[in-house]
């Protein structure tokens, strides 16, 4: 079969040249744009603390392990399906190649709600992190949804650039955030922790330490953004090499800068201890460890640098929603306008101010609700993302199958049923942990957990009708 790459949809009536993106990222420059989208120092300063607090405690770092273990299985599939499939809808694209159309157009209302739903939390963290930091240096104390509006701006004009430009701002922001946290690592290490080095952490004790299902679901929560390596592969330089290559190694330093860095926070301040600190101490608990181990600055560049983390998760989640909003409009599964790319940055500049307006109104209906901005917009968003990003690697891994049993495009029989059934298996048993523990994922109550599960479901539905209603006017 040959290989997919759709130029021109069916409504698309610009050139071909307008139904392109352009750029030259290599297997380096994808990477650097997953990994920013994974927020380092966001999960290591934000979520580890509560993972530790009412998850499974010392536990932690093999949790991540174990999300790592399913997600490579996950990609095995996933990269063989990217030398077929070469199209910046990624999961939308292969979920179509392998299940058909409605399936697919179905996979894509679901993955805007989970990128959208992401995003607009981010917005929220972020507003209250940068107000936090410009009060304690002597600014101003202003609403936090002003900075949001700032950060918002900032966003929106890297996203309507060239791809290079962004991976360019990530990569400097990604490197010094990395930095930090792998500092911190080794000073509790050379410094021999709080009660010496041990491998505890790793043991299948630890990791049914309390609440194991909590730790893990908080540990998917950790790779979302995880679909970008596909994303990006109509920029790449040579995709069908680039893309199954940065999908291992993305994978693999997000687990392993995860494992590390979980395990050395535990070590830090002790394996016994730790889970009664974390509780204790949640939102400054790593910030504690950095300041103890190497010095009161550390800890302030290590704040500075999660707003940073902050805006590099914001800018890579917005690439991801314009590209989805590109793949759709070129395929005439949305408005044309939205297929077509920027004559001089070969951008999908629609889809970006699309973006940017969607986000705008999401966080602007949380601020005239007057909710929280961390425990309401960033929590109940961020567990309608982790449900969301679950439910479409399942439908990958399952398209993937199909694929290749339909159209015997590779033979080999580890990369086509075993690795990626595996894989269907082990994120069908994380799913079936978020769903049980989903009520405390959003911090809420059972009936906004159902609530969301529902708005999952509708929105699957909704891209799946559109579909059904496409066909039917065509065939009519």
């Known amino acids: 079969m040959a290989d997919q790459k759709t130029v021109t949809g069916g409504a698309t009536t610009g050139t071909q040249q307008e139904a392109e993106l352009r750029g030259s990222i290599g297997v380096a420059g994808i990477v650097f744009l997953v990994v920013a989208a994974a927020a380092p120092l966001t999960a290591i300063g934000g979520a580890l603390p509560v993972m ?19 997600l490579l299985l996950f990609s095995v599939g996933y990269a063989a399906m990217s030398r077929h499939v070469v199209d910046t809808g990624a999961f939308y694209s292969y979920v179509t190649a392998g299940l058909g159309r409605i399936t697919g157009t179905g996979a894509a209302g679901l993955a805007l709600l989970t990128y959208t739903a992401v995003q607009a939390g981010i917005y929220g963290l972020a507003g209250v992190t940068a107000d936090s930091l410009v009060v304690k240096y002597g600014g101003p104390d202003v609403p936090w949804w002003l900075w ?49 080095i041990d491998l505890t952490s790793f043991t299948p004790s630890a990791f049914d330490t309390g609440s194991p299902g909590i730790g893990v679901m908080f540990a998917v929560a950790s790779f979302v953004g995880f679909e970008a390596t596909a994303i990006y592969s109509e920029e790449a330089r040579d995709p069908k090499r680039a893309v199954p290559k940065a999908t291992y190694i993305a994978v693999i330093l997000i687990g392993v800068f995860y494992a590390l860095s979980s395990w050395t926070v535990v070590l830090g301040v002790g394996t016994d201890q730790v889970q ?14 950095a300041a103890q181990y190497v010095g009161g600055p550390a800890s302030d560049v290590m704040e500075i640098l999660l707003l940073t983390s902050l805006f590099a998760a914001l800018l890579a989640f917005h690439n991801t929603i314009s590209r989805y909003l590109f793949s759709l409009g070129r395929q005439g ?144």
């Open 276 to 289: 009664a600190a974390a509780a204790k101490d949640t939102s400054g608990l790593v910030f504690a460890v």
């Open 52 to 70: 530790l607090a009412i998850g499974n405690g010392p536990g932690v770092p093999a949790a991540y392990l174990l999300v790592a273990v399913v």
């Open 333 to 476: 599964s949305a408005p044309a306008v939205l297929g077509r790319s920027h004559a001089r940055h070969g951008s999908p500049h629609a889809g970006s101010l699309a973006q940017t307006a969607t986000a705008l109104v999401v966080v602007a209906a949380f601020v005239l609700a007057g909710a929280d901005p961390v425990l309401e917009l960033f929590t109940w968003m961020s567990g309608l993302a982790t449900l969301g990003v679950l439910l479409l690697m399942i439908l990958v891994g399952v398209a993937v199958v199909v694929f290749f049993a339909r159209t015997a495009a590779d033979s080999r029989l580890w990369h086509t049923r075993i690795a990626p059934g595996l894989g269907i298996l082990g994120l069908c048993a994380v799913t079936w942990l978020v769903l049980d523990n989903f009520t405390t994922l959003i911090g809420g109550s059972a009936g906004l957990a159902r609530l969301f599960e529902g708005v999952a479901v509708l929105c699957f539905a909704a891209g799946a009708l559109s579909a059904v209603r496409r066909t039917s006017r065509r065939d009519g």
């Open 148 to 196: 949001s509006g700032v950060l918002l701006v900032c966003v929106g004009l890297l996203g309507y650039r060239n791809i290079d430009v962004g991976t360019k701002v990530l990569s400097v922001l990604l490197v010094l955030e990395v930095g930090i946290v792998a500092v911190v690592a080794v000073a509790v290490l050379v410094k021999g922790g709080a009660h010496g």
